[in-house]
């Protein structure tokens, strides 16, 4: 069974090229994490790490144009989708990740085109709400023809037998509006292997945008997600492994650690939602001093498991010195070690993360 190694990642699932002035760079949206790469030893040193995940600040992708400014200080409104009024159009931004321009048709050469709309995903940080993906409808009223030149360019095919690689190409969704007040929406030319031209994703970016609509789609982290340094989400670990193993499992104990940590990073989740178990971060706490030793070693105890275990409805990930384990709070209270063993935790170590966690 392998170990676990607590590892930072933001939301969604899908790593995609952008293309901003004409020059590609990578837009990586990852899925969260709750296990990675075995770590050499349990609890191995009190290292560094451990302190920089708990006063971590938030993460924070930097927008460009006006976005930089809008939507900073005061939240906007929760909501699905940002819209921009133009004339009597209202052009709602879609969900994301935005659709690609590959169906859209070229643009005509006898369209009048008055405005442009952008749509931006931005993310932002407000101290009594923690981290939200903000939407942005962006409206641009002049400045257009070196973008309808550009768009006006022929797309070129690949030769024959070409391999091009296997890349996708992702720019900000737009729609023109055009002089009879109707909105269109246009392909970007590409190249040979389906990049788009850098004069036309230049020419979009340059336009003299400004910020219309703002509206929080989704929250990222909690404050106390922000405060403590544990992660909004974490997959139920205990009760994924505890689905594979035998019940009367046992697995086995620790009883000398070669080094103890100071200091513990305790999370306290609750389980929510259908499919792959996963929590959702209740309270987060660091542990120092002696209650942090009796929480790690204890960690390092798994006693076997009695016949009849169902999941618990919380459970407790332990962090320190970038090594995780986790223990389930209530029913048998399961525990999965750092090194991966599968038992059940000892009364001692779950009265000590009920009272840390508790304040007391």
């Known amino acids: 069974m392998p170990q676990f190694s607590l590892i930072r990642a933001v939301f969604a699932v899908t790593a995609v090229i952008a293309m901003v002035a004409g020059c590609a760079a990578a837009n990586v949206d990852p899925g969260r994490a709750a296990s990675a790469a075995p770590s050499a030893t349990p609890w191995a040193s009190d290292q560094p790490a451990l302190d920089a995940l708990a006063s971590a600040p938030a993460r924070s992708v930097a927008p460009t144009g006006p976005a930089a400014t809008?939507?900073?200080?005061t939240p906007p409104p929760q909501g699905p989708h940002a819209t921009a009024h133009v004339g009597s159009l209202a052009i709602a931004c879609p969900d994301e990740p935005w659709p690609g321009l590959e169906s859209n048709p070229p643009l005509a050469k006898d369209v009048v085109i008055k405005a442009v709309v952008r749509?931006?995903?931005?993310q932002r940080t407000y101290s009594s709400l923690g981290e939200w993906s903000v939407q942005l409808a962006e409206v641009a009223n002049h400045g257009f023809d070196e973008l309808v030149a550009a768009l006006h360019e022929p797309s070129q095919k690949a030769p024959p037998n070409q391999?091009?690689?296997d890349i996708g190409y992702v720019i900000p969704w737009f729609v023109l509006v055009t002089a009879d007040g109707e909105a269109a929406r246009a392909a970007i030319p590409t190249g040979t292997c389906g990049k788009p031209h850098a004069d036309a994703t230049k020419a979009l970016q340059s336009l003299p945008f400004e910020v219309v609509d703002a509206v929080r789609v989704r929250q990222l982290r909690s404050p106390e997600s922000i405060a403590s340094g544990c992660e909004q989400r974490f997959k139920d670990m205990v009760a994924i492994e505890g689905a594979r193993a035998s019940a009367?499992?046992?697995?086995?104990?620790?009883?000398?650690?070669?080094s103890v940590p100071s200091s513990v990073l305790a999370c306290l989740y609750q389980v929510a939602g259908a499919g792959v178990p996963e929590g959702e971060l209740i309270k987060g706490v660091t542990v120092t001093g002696e209650s942090a030793a009796d929480i790690a070693s204890g960690a390092e105890i798994?006693?076997?498991?009695?016949s009849g275990c169902v999941d618990a409805d919380r459970f407790v990930v332990v962090a320190a010195a970038g090594s995780i384990g986790y223990v389930e709070v209530?029913?048998?209270?399961?525990?999965?070690t750092p090194?991966?063993?599968l038992g059940t935790a000892?009364?001692?170590?779950?009265a000590t993360l009920e009272s840390v966690l508790q304040g007391s």
Request: with cysteine.
């Open 346 to 350: 000892s009364a001692a170590l779950v």
């Open 302 to 306: 798994a006693n076997s498991i009695p």
């Open 119 to 122: 749509c931006e995903p931005v």
């Open 330 to 336: 209530g029913a048998c209270n399961r525990l999965l």
């Open 339 to 341: 090194d991966g063993r």
């Open 248 to 258: 009367g499992s046992k697995g086995g104990s620790v009883a000398d650690l070669a």
């Open 70 to 73: 809008a939507a900073m200080g």
């Open 163 to 165: 391999a091009c690689p």
